[in-house]
């Protein structure tokens, strides 16, 4: 067991480090030998500085992330308030800190910011082509609603190799 992370917002002198981390998470070259890895379904970055700062602009939006005992950075996660609802996305642990139970104790605290916030429910989409992330994620109570959306017509994100789409997940906290 690695000892337990500091969980902090992150600023935008954050964003380089956090850009890697995300990466790295998704779809690095580490990224293949942890179960978290998309690289089989898109390629190109997960994510760029400039997306990681309008996402730290948004109204209500923001990332928390986990650091070692070092110091360096090893998680993060992304929370909006969206009315009732606290919206969860980039959810990512160095593949190095993965199966340690980091994920988990960032899904507990994003749940303990949305009770804070007066948020009724956290929710998530998920890429429907990721079983494994999506029992993930049911296994922690999350449950599907049944909406879907196509996933991002842009290559910020990534370039699919096949067509994707996204399920919604919420959880009432």
Not at 16 to 39: F, H, I
Not at 47 to 76: K, Y
Not at 145 to 165: K, S
Request: charged fraction near 20%; glycine fraction near 10%.
């Amino acid at each position: 067991m690695l000892p337990a992370p500091t969980l902090r917002p992150a600023t935008a002198a954050d964003v380089p480090a956090l850009a890697a981390l995300v990466n790295d998470a998704y779809r690095g070259a580490a990224s293949r030998k942890a179960w978290t890895t998309e690289a089989d379904l898109l390629d190109g970055p997960r994510i760029d500085e400039a997306a990681l700062h309008d996402m730290l602009g948004a109204p209500g939006g923001g990332f928390l992330l986990a650091e070692g005992p070092g110091g360096q950075l090893v998680g993060g996660v992304y929370l909006q308030a969206q009315g009732p609802r606290l919206y969860l996305g980039t959810l990512a642990v160095a593949p190095a800190a993965q199966a340690h139970g980091l994920g988990r104790r960032l899904l507990e605290a994003a749940e303990a910011q949305a009770r804070q916030q007066g948020c009724t429910h956290l929710k998530i989409t998920v890429v429907a082509a990721r079983s494994e992330l999506l029992a993930w994620y049911e296994r922690r109570g999350y449950v599907r609603t049944g909406a879907t959306e196509p996933f991002p017509d842009t290559t910020r994100f990534g370039r699919p190799r096949q067509p994707l789409v996204l399920v919604a997940l919420e959880k009432a906290v």
